[in-house]
């Protein structure tokens, strides 16, 4: 294991453990006051973690009782001491208060992180699926 990969798999556990316990607070500590996330929902960009706390608290809230298990598959790292770039395939399957399953996607997602406060904290997040030619909608399975 690299000297970069030990804090971005910190990083991964972090984001998993926080979305499964919609722990805004958590979650929102991965990131950089100045993020910008493109996601892949709605919106063409989050500028700030306001702006992204706001869309992030909507998400869990949205949730009700069930609970969003985050997977990352294929997880590619680079960088040095003050930052890294990550991507990865993530996956995000919900299930029910009783742990049965009930939908899931996956995605693509990239990071750029830079430390803040000796701390990798994430500046920018891409997440994005291809579309299919024929169709135009969105493919969110590998």
Known sequence: MSDIDKPVAQILDAYTSAVHAKDVAAFMRLYD??????DLWGIWSYEGSAAWQSAVEGWFSSLGTERVKVSFDEVQTSGGRDWAAVSAFVGYAAVSARGEPLRAMQNRISWVLKTSGHVLRIVHEHS?????????KAIFRR
Do not use: I, K, L, T
């Not at 994005?128 to 135009?136: K, R, T």
């Open 128 to 136: 994005s699926a291809p579309v299919g030619f024929e169709d135009m």
């Open 33 to 38: 006051p100045g993020v910008r996330v493109f």
